[in-house]
């Protein structure tokens, strides 16, 4: 049974990997090169998605609130960040094990058998120590001295503004900084889609508290994460806390919870948030020798305030958005495949068509239906590729809630009662109903 159950999710990948290639989300990256392992490309429904969950994160944790506010730091940083983060010793560093016969690396952590390469059975060097960082120069010289990397966490970026933050907008205690932005891991074995990636996308909040509230902030925020996820449509069923031991914990980290959802590839991170405590600040204010400190005007205290961080991915919410909403069902007699995303995620929000596109009367008053929409809905598709059915269902493997179908009736030559109306139909119930064009907005 657990041979079978392993056999249908290793199923349920290839299916939602094959449906992102073949309805434009998700492309292996220089493809038509062979590709290049732990990058991939965007296709225009998939930026569409993945634009969404960034807009309605940026809404939920920025623009909704008054306690935060957002920076956009450099990818490339002095060198000196990543000294005093910790990320150039051994806390930013796997274990790596390579085949004395193939040659073939692997995260030694992640190995059933630490001794037998899983791929052609050979022998394991022991364990060394490989940090992630991608290295690289900057200006003409190419010297040691111009040594950089490409950032592997947004956070630092925030760290290091704290006090540009300070002087320029003077937040009180507590307030956060949030930033979506590009990280790169020289992952040893990227893998699972787009799981596990060398360059991503972190939407990531550092919220800086009283070192004696930070308790209150930290469930405040594990409530925040799990509204979230509700908002994504993230099946909570699949969805599991694990308090993080002290020895899994990241080195800056004094308690870290992680919220481990159920891939098909297995029960792994999808989002974690962590008690940072005064590690950063004080750190960057020692190897700086800048005061990082925040004055209290109520208490006439000043110290280094204390840091909740949770951390989400953008790749694995798209991942766990996408595996929580692919469904399969049947309708007239036929298995029907669609993703039931939510509205304000879906790439599309409408879709417009005539039913026959080979009539003009019909396509000038789909056109028109479909401008007037365009000016009040994000998103709105026209399609009128194929019969009627086929772009039903190609809307539902997109995820189209909705689908509005220009016919006879709208120009109301038969049955003048209909004259002006349209056919709505439902993705999730495939039901259909007539609406006025006066009231399509209202009611979509």
């Known amino acids: 049974m657990a041979e079978k159950n392993a056999e249908l999710k290793g199923d349920r990948m290839e299916k939602i ?22 990058t991939w490309d965007y296709g225009p429904l998939g930026i569409e998605l993945k634009n969404n ?69 050979g022998m394991l060097s022991e364990p060394r120590q490989f940090n992630m960082m991608f290295e690289t120069r900057t200006g003409a010289t190419g010297g040691e001295e111009s040594k950089v990397y490409l950032r592997p966490e947004t956070a630092q ?92 914990r990241a080195h800056y980290s004094k308690k870290t919870v992680d919220f481990e959802f159920e891939f098909p590839q297995g029960t792994k991170e999808l989002y974690g948030i962590a008690y940072r405590t005064d590690f950063d600040l004080k750190n960057h204010s020692e190897h700086s020798k ?31 958005v996408l595996v929580s909403a692919y469904t399969e069902d049947e309708m007239n007699g036929e298995v029907r495949v669609y993703l039931k995303l939510p509205p304000d995620l879906a790439p599309y929000r409408v879709m417009v068509s005539p039913l026959l596109k080979n009539k ?28 009627v059915g086929k772009r039903y269902r190609r809307q539902d493997e997109i995820g189209t809630p909705y689908c509005v179908t220009i016919d006879f009736d709208t120009l109301g030559e038969e049955n003048p009662a209909l004259k002006d109306t349209v056919t709505v139909r439902n993705r999730d119930t495939g039901e259909q109903n007539r609406v006025a064009i006066s009231e399509l907005t209202n009611v979509l």
């Open 17 to 38: 990997v094959s449906l992102c290639k073949r309805r434009g989300f998700v492309f292996q990256g220089s493809e038509i090169y062979g590709g290049l392992a732990g």
């Open 53 to 121: 969950i960034k807009n309605l994160w940026w809404k939920r944790f920025v623009h909704d609130r008054e306690d935060m506010y957002g920076v956009d730091a450099a990818i490339l940083m002095n060198p000196k960040v990543w000294e005093a983060s910790g990320h150039t010793g051994a806390g930013f560093s796997d274990p790596m094990s390579e085949c004395d016969d193939c040659q073939h690396r692997f995260r030694a952590d992640h190995l059933d058998d630490a001794k037998k390469c899983p791929d052609c059975g």
């Open 157 to 248: 970026g925030m760290f290091v503004n704290f006090k540009n933050v300070m002087d320029s907008i003077h937040p009180k205690l507590p307030f956060g900084l949030a930033q979506i932005g590009k990280a790169f891991r020289n992952e040893i074995a990227p893998r699972d889609f787009i799981f596990r990636v060398r360059e991503l996308e972190q939407m990531e909040i550092e919220y800086f508290v009283k070192p004696a509230e930070w308790e209150e902030h930290f469930e405040h925020w594990m409530g925040q994460m799990k509204e979230w996820m509700h908002d994504m449509g993230i099946d909570p069923a699949k969805v599991h806390e694990l308090d993080v031991e002290e020895a899994d």
């Open 290 to 320: 800048v005061d990082l400190s925040y004055f209290d005007e109520e208490s006439k205290e000043r110290f280094i305030p204390h840091v909740i961080e949770p951390t989400f991915g953008v790749e694995r919410t798209l991942l766990a």
């Open 360 to 387: 003009p009367e019909l396509v000038d008053k789909a056109r028109e239906v479909f401008k007037l929409l365009k000016k009040t809905i994000p998103n709105v598709a026209w399609d009128d590729n194929g019969n």
